[in-house]
């Protein structure tokens, strides 16, 4: 069974992500749980990516798929509008 690691680093307090560390295996699907912190930016969207597109895709609403084990990131941070805040998802 091949897996794909993932999990986040806590480098900004203004986005909560959850799960903060994930192991699933290939083909596996799941969804990414947030929260921004701070009440001025609640009407925020977030920006999805992945760091690479081979091992784990993202959509627009945080649900991701798993497609072929290795370690990578995703990225989750406010959309343009305000300052970028990232969040790295490892894999």
């Not at 009407?43 to 991701?64: E, P």
Request: proline content about 2%; cysteine-free.
């Amino acid at each position: 069974m091949l897996a794909v690691l993932f999990g986040f680093t806590n480098d900004s307090n203004v986005i909560k992500v959850e799960p903060t560390k994930i192991e699933a295996t290939v083909g596996e699907k799941g969804a990414i749980n947030e929260e921004i912190l701070e009440e001025a930016l609640k009407q925020t969207s977030l920006n999805y990516s992945s760091g690479d597109a081979n091992i784990i895709t993202i959509d627009n609403k945080g649900n991701w798929e798993a497609l072929a084990a290795g370690k990578t990131e995703i990225f989750v941070s406010l959309s343009s509008e305000v300052k970028p805040v990232k969040k790295a998802l490892k894999l």
